[in-house]
């Protein structure tokens, strides 16, 4: 065979470097647009927050201010105690379940993945069979209120997310990627299975127990359908139940409004949707970035384990 000469090897490597140049301004373009896709529907959000309401209703929703002003916002915090308030139950609320429903995700997790647990199989359908059926929401109530007596009290918030078999599941599929023999050896060295889950499984299990958390996290810090049925007359609310109040009441104000043909331009509706869902999602925005590492870490766990 021929060999190439070194013209020919150099004519082949900047073909090569510029296929690669142009792959890379590809991704990199399809990337900065999907970005873009995601942050510019928020800065509008944003923008109208800001923004008057007769100005949104004309004009719609625009990249900039046009007559910028907080009146949203003050109509909001009309109650500094109440929001105040509001935001330290979710809080709390958000804390202590996402660390007790993540204790308890990886117990059972733990508990079901382990081959030498001889009911794993028959709890595991058990756990999957509560998906399928559902009593609905008359026994869920009676079940709160008359049998657990729940009615008023802030565990009724608690309880109900602290346990989902879908996240079980998950973190059981990933304590099996896990070897046995690492749990078999702790276990000669006289270590038990608090222990073992303690020191060694849950350090090793910090991706999946991040991403749930998140999740559980999430749907904590989301919660107000609870504390419609279940919090008639407690003092403070969950934030997203006490916003939905004050837009509810803000709805009707304009829906009277229109009915006495008085004009409606100047009842903030809109940019208080906008303003409520700003104080709703910029903690989250905040968390976020501390969580994204170990994503990153379980995909690239993910990809060598194959």
């Known amino acids: 065979m021929l060999k190439a000469t070194p013209d020919i090897r150099r004519r082949r490597r ?8 142009v792959i890379k301004a590809v991704g990199y373009g399809v990337v900065t647009l999907f970005t873009l896709l995601c942050i510019i529907p928020f800065y509008m959000m944003v923008v109208a927050s800001f923004s008057t309401e007769r100005q949104l209703l004309v004009n719609g ?3 900039y201010i046009q007559e910028p002003t907080l009146f949203a916002y003050k109509l909001v915090f009309e109650n ?5 308030g509001s935001y330290v139950l979710t809080i709390l609320l958000t804390f202590i379940g996402t660390a007790a429903g993540l204790l308890g995700t990886a117990m059972a997790g733990y508990a079901l993945q382990r081959p030498d647990f001889d009911y794993r199989n028959k709890i595991s359908m058990f756990i999957y069979f509560t998906t399928l059926f559902s009593g609905g929401i008359v026994a869920y109530y009676l079940l709160m209120t008359q049998f657990l007596h729940l009615k008023n009290n802030y565990l009724a918030l608690l309880l109900p997310g602290l346990f989902s078999p879908f996240n079980v599941f998950i973190m059981r599929n990933f304590m099996r990627s896990i070897p046995h023999s690492v749990t078999e050896s702790a276990l000669i060295d006289g270590a038990g299975d608090f222990k073992i889950l303690l020191r060694i499984i849950i350090p090793m299990s910090t991706p999946a127990l991040a991403t749930l958390g998140l999740f559980i996290a999430l749907g904590y810090w ?4 609870n504390a419609l049925l279940f919090l008639p007359n407690t003092k403070y609310r969950p934030l997203q139940f006490f916003l939905y109040n004050i837009i509810t009441k803000q709805d009707y104000i304009k829906n009277s409004a229109a009915a006495s043909h008085i004009r409606t331009a100047d009842v903030p509706l ?6 409520c ?3 709703t999602t910029g903690p989250v925005l905040l968390f976020y970035p501390f969580v994204q590492r170990y994503f990153i870490k379980g995909i690239t766990i993910g990809a060598v384990k194959g």
Do not use: C, F, H, Q
């Open 80 to 84: 500094p105690d109440k929001v105040i």
């Open 14 to 21: 900047i073909r090569t470097d510029a296929s690669g140049v």
């Open 277 to 279: 869902a700003m104080i």
């Open 222 to 225: 989301n919660e107000w359908y």
């Open 270 to 275: 809109e940019t208080m949707k906008m303003a």
């Open 61 to 63: 929703y625009r990249l």
